[in-house]
């Protein structure tokens, strides 16, 4: 992932300055994401907005990306053995601490915050099952590594080709 572009100055201990340039539309929905907040935000600041909108847009994106729900169990049974229940999904988020679990080696352990996938250790094609003990956090180059080391990189080459088909 590329570095953060927006300039981002370090000020005090847990203080950052923060400078970025926006278009008009960004700037009309932080006057009226302010305006909303109203009572919540009297003095009119722009880092509570800020604050606000990220925590509701993280909560969204790991909802739709880890199906996160506040109501654990109610997810239907898989119709194909390449579903992840959510119930799985969940759980082995939780344990591998939303991080990738890959491990190099020499011992070191990659910790990739973005572009996480789930990874089926037994290879689902060689009858792994979407369980959390077989099922863990990885990002999307160390899942492609891990496909190749389990297949070869010849086979992979090959599905690819065939999907481009
Ligand atoms: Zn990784």
């Not at 992932?1 to 926006?22: H, K």
């Not at 009572?39 to 790991?62: S, Y």
């Not at 190099?104 to 996938?117: K, P, T, V």
């Amino acid at each position: 992932m590329e570095p953060l572009r927006p300039r981002v100055t370090p000020l005090a201990p847990e203080r950052f300055g923060l400078q970025v340039t926006i278009d008009q539309e960004t700037h009309e929905l932080l006057q009226r994401a302010r305006d909303l907040l109203g009572h919540q935000n009297p003095t009119g600041e722009i880092a509570p907005v800020i604050k606000r909108a990220l925590e509701l847009l993280v909560a969204r994106l790991e909802k739709e990306k880890f199906a996160t729900t506040k109501h654990p169990g109610t997810s239907r049974p898989s119709a194909s053995a390449r579903h992840i229940p959510a119930a799985v999904k969940r759980a082995v988020r939780e344990r591998d601490g939303d991080r990738c679990t890959f491990v190099s080696d020499s011992g070191m352990r990659c910790g990739a915050r973005n572009r996480l996938e789930f990874h089926h250790l037994e290879p689902v094609a060689r009858g792994g099952q979407a369980t959390t003990e077989n099922v863990r956090l990885v990002c999307r180059a160390h899942n492609q590594h891990e496909a190749e080391r389990a297949f070869g990189a010849g086979f992979m080459e090959r599905k690819r080709e065939e999907a481009r088909m």
